[in-house]
C-alpha cells in the first residue's frame, strides 16, 4: 500500500468517528462488507473510486479532504448533513430508472416537466438505492475526476430552487442567452443576492454566480456510473 492510501485510510476512520458510526454502518453505505473498511483503516486495503464517489455525494464529505487531507471534512455542517439524508435517502429495494438521450427530449426542461412522454432510451437496474426519477449522460470534464463525460448520473428532481442543500452536486439547465446550458456543478450560497455559485471540482473550471432566476430545471445527483472506454 502506498502512503497515500494509508492517509486515506486513517481519515476514513476518522470519518466515521466524526458521524458516530460503526464499520457495519458504513460498510453498509458503501454498499461493502465490515472487513473491507477495517482493511482500508488499518492501511491493508484502498479505497475504492466508486466509494470515494458514494462519500461525496451521500455524506458531502469534502473530496480534497478525503484524498489530500486538504480543508474541512464536510462541505456543509455536519448536523445538516445527517439530517438532510435522513429525510432524501431511503432506499429502494428494486427500481429500473429510465435513461434518457438528453439530445432526443430537446433539454431538461421539457423532461422534468413531462418524462412520461419522453421514451428512454434503456433502464438501469440498482438494488437497495435511493429513489430517483431518472438518469442521463454527462457532457464535458468540469467535475473531473469525480465525474468525465460520457459518464450517467442518476438524479431526483427538485420542485422548488429553495430545496436545494448547499454544496452538494446537482444536474441543472440554466438560461445562457436563451440557450439552454446543461452541466453539473457542485451549488454554493453566492455573495450577491438573488444569485447562487456554480463550482467545479476540476479546478481549470472557475466557479461561475449565476442568477436563480436563470436555472430552468435543477436535480440532486443521487449516483452515477463511470463509463470506461474499451480499446
Not at 44 to 53: A, D
Not at 73 to 97: G, M
Not at 108 to 120: E, G, R
Amino acid at each position: 500500500m502506498t502512503e497515500q492510501e494509508k492517509n486515506i485510510g486513517r481519515r476514513l476512520r476518522e470519518l466515521r468517528k466524526e458521524l458516530d458510526w460503526t464499520q457495519d454502518q458504513l460498510a453498509k453505505l458503501l454498499g461493502v462488507g465490515k472487513g473491507a473498511i477495517s482493511m482500508v483503516e488499518t492501511g491493508k486495503g484502498g479505497l475504492s473510486e466508486r466509494n470515494k464517489n458514494i462519500l461525496v455525494h451521500e455524506l458531502n464529505v469534502n473530496p480534497d479532504w478525503i484524498e489530500m487531507g486538504k480543508g474541512e471534512i464536510f462541505n456543509a455542517p455536519r448536523e445538516q448533513v445527517l439530517s438532510f439524508r435522513a429525510k432524501t435517502d431511503n432506499s429502494v429495494p428494486y427500481q429500473s430508472v429510465p435513461l434518457y438521450a438528453i439530445e432526443g427530449t430537446a433539454g431538461l426542461v421539457p423532461l422534468f416537466n413531462d418524462a412520461q412522454s419522453h421514451t428512454p432510451v434503456d433502464y438501469i437496474h440498482i438494488p437497495n438505492m435511493p429513489k430517483c426519477d431518472g438518469a442521463i449522460n454527462i457532457v464535458g470534464d468540469s467535475m473531473y475526476p469525480l465525474l468525465k463525460s460520457g459518464d450517467i448520473v442518476l438524479y431526483k428532481q427538485l420542485q422548488n430552487i429553495d430545496d436545494i442543500f448547499w454544496g452538494d452536486m446537482y444536474l441543472l439547465s440554466v438560461d445562457i442567452d436563451g440557450e439552454e446550458y446543461i452541466t453539473v456543478k457542485y451549488i454554493q450560497k453566492a455573495d450577491k443576492e438573488g444569485f447562487v455559485r456554480l463550482v467545479s471540482q476540476n479546478p481549470p473550471h472557475a466557479d461561475k454566480d449565476v442568477e436563480i432566476e436563470r436555472i430552468r430545471a435543477i436535480a440532486f445527483v443521487k449516483a452515477s456510473i463511470r463509463m470506461n472506454s474499451m480499446h
